[in-house]
């Protein structure tokens, strides 16, 4: 009996089903009393490991009532497989079912489904120690913010870091140099994204410093310099050559018009049109009827003409791909230069919060794992599972393959079993990682790690999900396109033939859209329309639909006009809380409560109130309205919000932490007076922000601007409507009707890029054994030296894979009906070709004005179960501090101050210790970074405050620069006391000024140490002492 089995699972074929199958045959059959805890199962995704659990749960449970409570249609078909496979009575299966069950939910903790992140997670925290990690690390899911926050921090290095500022500032000059924006940081933050990608790993250690980057862009700026100084030459010669001779002389303008091309820099594409070349080769270059003055001039010319542009053709022939290499290897080594430092912000911010980015899992196992002579760590976990499930195998990276190696191959060593599930057709996930020529390799077993082992290949051939008409018709097409992919890629469609399990034929529509029309998205979404209006009409609910799309784009478009139209939809990217005119509305207020000068969150924050009337205005010109009311100072906003009836506070929301701010604008608008689920998603938003960051509004708001493009309202499944999603997300689900809409893209977006090793076209004494550089495979580097073609031509076969996949997973969805909507027109994309070339090679479609179709519409008979609508009418949300008091207390807990508030006395007291006169206020505040520790709105607050203090008239004179001010300084008494008073000022002939500054109400005592400071300084030889008292918290001044 082989132990290492492999399932070839096309769409459709019963994955999850073998996979469940399996794992209940293994732990049934056990005799250990806990059968589940020696078995793992890896899947890709949270949602298919949750799906399985669930799968094995419920058939047990089924099972466990007996044959008789077995409803479900596939857990009767698995009872009699499991029943046939292992030579059980039904009695004998329903006891083992009964016993595995009751195991399983007793020891939970052990039943062991997740996905291979959380699997290696599990094994990192179990080996913090061996690993040299702290031990209470926090895992990031994100990296957008680290990488924001550790480009601030690179930027602080400006400077102080002289190779780091040389090389930014030269790449914002380059950029302007090149008619591009000047601004950098958007560029820093793209080149950072790769530090989280797998292929890093092999990189980071090989990235040159800065300084060996600037002598490297030396020796290709000479070479771009060089070439184009020649290019310029050659121009220069033709140009006196033909400068008598006008344009129009010339055959179709061809050589003026490419004369043009060597005037303008930078020397992108000099390719000489095929009409030239023949001109050049025959040496005609004027129409026969041409004037004979024309025409002997040009004969005077004709053979040095010929000669130049024939050695100009050579020249670029031999040069231009070394020029164009050299040109982006410049300008991507100026980034390349800076990533290594990138590195090390985003490695100090990690250790300094405590965090580890999920993506570095599979990178800390292997470092170790190579490192470490017997792969200890993994003792444990080896020891513990002898039987593992894997699935998904085609989205499984190197890496992540990698480590697991190890235990897959301990468990093959001492009888343990692994059984493994993929299919290449369904890979659309290269960009993660994804690899799918290892599981091709390992079908083949070429896979140098497990090829000691026997395996046997099975292949599930029969589709469970679609008619009869959807698999033929899906058989048919992919294997025609088998014929676009090189080996080994084209095994994958060769003799594509799964035969299909439901009598029901299915139905299969393909609409050709004519490029013709004048607007073909509106066409499309007009074809989508009446799709779902027939759908309707033959029985089938909104939930029984779903559309399919490439992009998050074309799904907004989608949900925008299926709304206009009335038809309800579902997608987690048309249900983004950004995209709620409330949502926005509060963020305005932020905005505006933080900074008053931000006019146009102004005029959108009183847009909103007249459009939802809550603002109530008599005047006919409102657009006048709300441009001169956006431009009010915050103060006067407030008076015109509490004329019209708003109870506007801008000084007791400044009080308030961020969720509470949030809360009570919801309040103060009347927003809650119905439940809204945007506002309150919104609000558990802004909550988890409160929690884990920093509790201030100007953070609050960088927070949500990275985060609003994911932030979206949560819909339960099962309700009512159309379900938009794209081709991606749709992996591993089915749906009654399939739409299929824009079924056009372009293949190559070029966006990829890829580190490749260029130390050969360098030279340099500090280089190591390689020089990478991160370049673009785009159609342009088919003209690079052979080192790049061959990357570009092994890429496009990774891109057609990529096209032909997606149409794979999103056209093998359907159980029922299949609309595909395309179009031909060449602007959108290449895609078309693939139906139009089958279109023509098949004779299985009929054809009606573009619409090709198979099968036949059948009436759904029965309608599912919905989730009935609950209304909610009620919006809970009161304020507590009306209803709550906290008992004062003399003395504050310093460690709760410091960790829930800031104590707004005591850090006005600390500031003003330093301030002398009315112009140290800015440098005092920046100084002690109290922008960046307390927000803006604070900051402002503050400086407002101490400006207050120091202007008013019965104590600005005592702010003054010229006078001997003495802050914080401790005076000796005779009896050996200690005092230390806020400020003493010395205006000579023994007359001095105390100043004492005091937070919370007035004291007695507050007069006791005034004189007590007074009667030390009679000790020192003062004859008239002026005392005031400052009370910070409330702005009271008073002169003793």
């Not at 977006?749 to 340099?764: A, N």
Request: with cysteine; net charge positive.
């Amino acid at each position: 009996m082989t132990h290492f089995n492999i399932y070839k699972a096309s769409a459709g074929s019963g994955k999850t089903y073998t996979l469940v199958k399996e794992y209940i045959k293994k732990s049934i059959s056990s005799r250990d009393y806990l059968p589940h805890k020696s078995l793992l199962a890896i899947t890709f995704t949270n949602k298919a490991a949750s799906e399985m659990k669930t799968r094995i749960i419920d058939t047990l449970f089924e099972f466990s009532g007996g044959v008789k409570s077995i409803q479900n249609p596939s857990s009767k078909t698995l009872f009699q497989d499991l029943k046939h496979e292992l030579e059980y009575s039904d009695q004998e299966l329903i006891s083992r079912s009964k016993i595995l069950l009751s195991r399983i939910i007793h020891y939970y903790s052990l039943f062991s489904v997740s996905t291979i992140d959380k699997f290696i997670h599990k094994i990192i925290r179990g080996f913090t120690y061996e690993l040299d990690l702290p031990s209470n690390f926090e895992v990031e899911m994100e990296n957008d913010r680290i990488i924001q926050d550790s480009i601030i921090n690179l930027f602080d290095d400006l400077g102080t870091d002289y190779a780091l500022t040389t090389n930014l500032i030269s790449y914002s000059s380059h950029k302007s140099y090149e008619d591009k924006h000047w601004d950098i940081e958007e560029d820093l933050f793209k080149i950072s994204k790769q530090l989280f990608k797998e292929d890093i790993v092999s990189v980071i250690d090989n990235l040159p410093n800065t300084k060996i980057i600037k002598k490297i862009q030396i020796q290709s700026f000479k070479k771009i310099r060089n070439y184009e100084k020649k290019i310029k030459a050659y121009y220069s010669k033709l140009q006196s050559l033909v400068k008598n001779i006008p344009n129009e002389i010339f055959i179709y303008k061809d050589l003026p018009n490419y004369l043009d091309k060597l005037k303008q820099h930078p020397y992108l594409d000099l390719t000489i049109s095929n009409r030239l070349h023949k001109s050049i080769q025959n040496r005609n270059w004027y129409k026969k009827n041409e004037k004979e003055y024309f025409k002997n001039l040009v004969d005077q010319i004709s053979n040095q003409l010929q000669f130049n542009l024939q050695q100009l053709i050579q020249f670029i022939d031999k040069e231009q791909p070394l020029y164009l290499f050299h040109r982006q290897c410049y300008n991507s080594f100026f980034l390349v230069g800076v990533l290594g430092k990138i590195n090390q912000k985003i490695s100090y911010l990690k250790r300094e919060k405590n965090i580890i980015h999920i993506s570095e899992f599979n990178q800390i196992i292997l470092k170790f794992l190579e490192q470490s002579a017997a792969p200890f760590i993994y003792e444990k976990i080896g020891l513990k599972y002898s039987h593992y499930f894997i699935d998904e195998f085609q989205d499984t990276s190197k890496i992540q393959w990698n480590n697991l190696v190890p235990l897959v191959e301990e468990a093959l060593s001492v009888g343990g079993s692994c059984l493994i599930v993929g299919d290449g057709k369904q890979s659309i996930y290269r960009w993660r990682g994804g690899e799918v020529l290892q599981f091709l390799k390992l079908c083949n077993n070429e896979l140098h790690n497990l090829s000691h082992f026997s395996n046997n290949i099975k292949s599930l051939k029969i589709n469970y999900r679609s008619g009869n008409k959807i698999v033929t018709f899906n058989n048919n097409f992919f294997s025609f396109l088998a014929s676009h992919l090189k080996p080994p890629y084209n095994k994958l469609y060769q003799n594509l033939n799964q035969k299909y399990h439901h009598k029901q034929k299915g139905y299969v529509e393909l609409s050709m859209l004519d490029k013709a029309l004048k607007d073909v998205v509106d066409e499309t979404l007009k074809e989508v329309y009446s799709k779902i209006k027939s759908s309707q009409d033959d029985n089938y609910s909104f939930s029984d639909i779903i559309l399919l799309t490439r992009s998050n784009k074309e799904i907004n478009t989608i949900a925008h006009y299926l709304t206009e139209k009335g038809i309800p939809i579902i997608s987690s990217e048309s249900l983004l809380l950004k995209n709620s005119k409330t949502v926005e509305f509060l963020i305005n207020n932020l905005a505006v409560i933080l900074d008053e000068s931000d006019y146009l969150s102004k005029a959108k924050l009183l847009e909103y109130l007249i459009s939802q009337q809550i603002l109530k205005i008599e005047t006919c010109n409102i657009h006048q309205f709300i441009s001169t009311s956006s431009k009010v100072s915050n103060l006067q906003f407030e008076k015109l919000l509490n004329n019209h009836n708003i109870n506007f506070r801008l000084k007791d929301l400044l009080c308030l932490n961020v969720f509470e701010l949030v809360e009570q604008l919801v309040r103060i608008y009347n927003i809650d007076n119905k439940v809204n689920l945007y506002i309150i998603f919104f609000l558990d938003f802004v909550f988890e922000f409160a929690v884990k960051e920093t509790n201030t509004v100007s953070q609050f708001l960088q927070y949500w601007n990275q985060k609003k493009n994911l932030a979206s309202i949560i819909i339960p499944s099962g309700m009512n409507a159309v379900e938009i999603m794209t081709i991606h997300k749709s992996k591993g689900l089915q749906f009654p009707i399939v739409i299929f809409p824009f079924a056009n893209w372009k293949e190559d977006l070029g966006k990829e890029k890829r580190w490749f090793d260029v130390s050969s076209f360098f030279s340099h004494k500090g280089l190591k054994n390689k020089l990478f550089n991160l370049l673009p495979l785009k159609k342009e580097i088919k003209n690079w030296p052979i080192l790049f073609q061959q990357a570009y031509f092994n890429h496009q076969e990774d891109v057609i894979l990529d096209n032909i996949n997606l149409l794979y997973v999103a056209m093998t969805r359907p159980k029922e009906r299949l609309y595909i909507i395309s179009n031909s027109d060449p602007k959108k994309g290449n895609i078309y070709k693939y139906f139009e070339n089958f279109i023509i090679q098949s004779k299985l479609l009929k054809s009606t004005h573009n619409i090709f179709y198979t099968g036949e519409k059948t009436k759904k008979v029965c309608k599912n179960q919905l989730i009935e609508n609950i209304d909610t009418s009620e919006f809970i949300s009161n304020s507590w501090r009306s209803r709550i008091r906290i008992k004062r207390k003399k003395y504050f807990n310093k460690i709760l101050k410091q960790k829930y508030s800031i104590n707004w006395g005591d850090l006005i007291h600390e500031i003003m210790a330093d301030i002398n006169s009315k112009d140290d206020i800015n440098f005092v505040l920046k100084k002690m970074l109290i922008k960046k520790k307390y927000g803006t709105s604070n900051f402002n607050r503050m400086k407002l405050e101490i400006e207050r203090i120091v202007s008013d008239v019965r104590i600005s004179h005592l702010f003054n620069k010229k006078l001997s001010t003495f802050s914080e300084k401790s005076i000796l008494s005779t009896d050996g006391t200690v005092y230390r008073p806020d400020r003493v000022i010395d205006h000579k002939n023994h007359f001095a000024t105390l100043i004492d500054y005091k937070t919370g109400d007035e004291l007695n005592s507050h007069i006791y140490q005034m004189e007590k400071y007074e009667s030390i300084l009679y000790q020192i030889g003062f004859k008239k002492i002026d005392k005031y008292l400052i009370y910070l918290t409330t702005g009271k001044i008073k002169k003793l």
